[in-house]
Every structure is written in C-alpha cells, then in structure tokens.
C-alpha cells in the first residue's frame, strides 16, 4: 500500500510565501513523475507544478515565476514553495505521484487527501 500526505497549508496573507509539503510512504520501489494541481470552489482542478526523478520541471502559467517545486528522493518527498501569493491562488493543494510499488512492481498514480491554501488579508 502507498500513501501521499501532503501537510503546510493554511491561512496566508497576500505576499506570503508558505511551503508545501508530500511525502509518500509504503511499499515503494521508485517515485517517476511528482507534482501538485488545485482546485478551487467550483473550480476545475488544475496542474500547478509537475517535476520528474531526474528533476525536470512543468509550471502553469499562472504560477511560473512565483512557485518552486522541488523533490527529495531520498525522502520520497515532493516540496511547492509559494511565493507572492495572491487570493486567486486560495484552493485545495493535491499532490500527485507516479509510483512503482515493490508489491507487483506496477506503476499507477496516487493522489493525497489535499491540504488547504487560503490566501486574505
């Protein structure tokens, strides 16, 4: 079995510059893709930042410049530093993985339970 708990939201001024957190736990033998997407109040849920094992990287566009995704794979750990941040970025931060389990070796997507961003002054 494998979990994804993601863990740093909260309530944040406009400006701040929080930073998320997703480790991954179980029977893993490698993490390929991690990333994170969001979904706001009647909303579509949205890609935010997406890097591979070798540390390649995918922005959307409304967050490049501002966001920072980063990954510890020795910790199984995807990181989202959020800078500048500003009330259209209030949602509900997922954390991806692609993850190959030791039990049967298959490679399948995981999802975490989502951590809350709200963003006011």
């Known amino acids: 079995q494998v979990q994804l708990v993601e863990s740093g939201g909260g309530l944040v001024q406009p400006g701040g510059s929080p930073r998320l957190s997703c480790a991954a736990s179980g029977s893993i033998f490698t993490i390929a893709g991690m990333g994170w997407y969001r979904q706001a109040p009647g909303k579509q849920r949205e890609l935010v930042a997406t890097?591979?094992?070798?540390?390649?990287?995918v922005y959307s566009d409304s967050v490049k410049g501002r966001f920072t995704v980063s990954r510890d794979n020795a910790k199984n750990t995807v990181y989202l530093q959020m800078n500048s941040l500003k009330p259209g970025d209030t949602a509900v931060y997922y954390c991806n993985a692609a993850i190959q389990s030791r039990i049967g070796m298959r490679v399948q997507d995981y999802w975490g339970q989502g951590t809350q961003v709200t963003v006011s002054s």
């Open positions: 890097i591979t094992s070798g540390g390649k990287t």
